[in-house]
């Protein structure tokens, strides 16, 4: 007799009783929820790209041009 993949790696028989309904509920849940995290995703990418641009010109700005020499000049 054969056994079942799950139970030879979890210990036990999964139980599904799901309805059509509920699966169309939580899949409904699930898409809104996938939506959500994208926006949010979208939302925190653009804030992290403007972040960096940010620091990246005040980075310029400070950084040191280094000494004035001059062709000639003993160093």
């Given at each position: 007799m054969?056994?079942?993949l799950f139970k030879a790696n979890y210990?036990?028989?999964p139980i599904i009783l799901l309805i059509?309904?509920?699966?169309i509920k939580i899949s409904k849940t699930a898409k809104e929820r996938v939506e959500t995290l994208m926006n949010l995703h979208k939302n925190m990418y653009k804030?992290?790209?403007l972040v960096q641009e940010q620091i990246r010109k005040y980075y310029n700005l400070k950084?040191?041009?280094g000494l004035d020499l001059?062709?000639?000049?003993k160093v």
């Open positions: 054969g056994t079942l210990g036990y028989k059509l309904w509920q699966a804030i992290v790209k950084k040191s041009k001059k062709e000639g000049d």
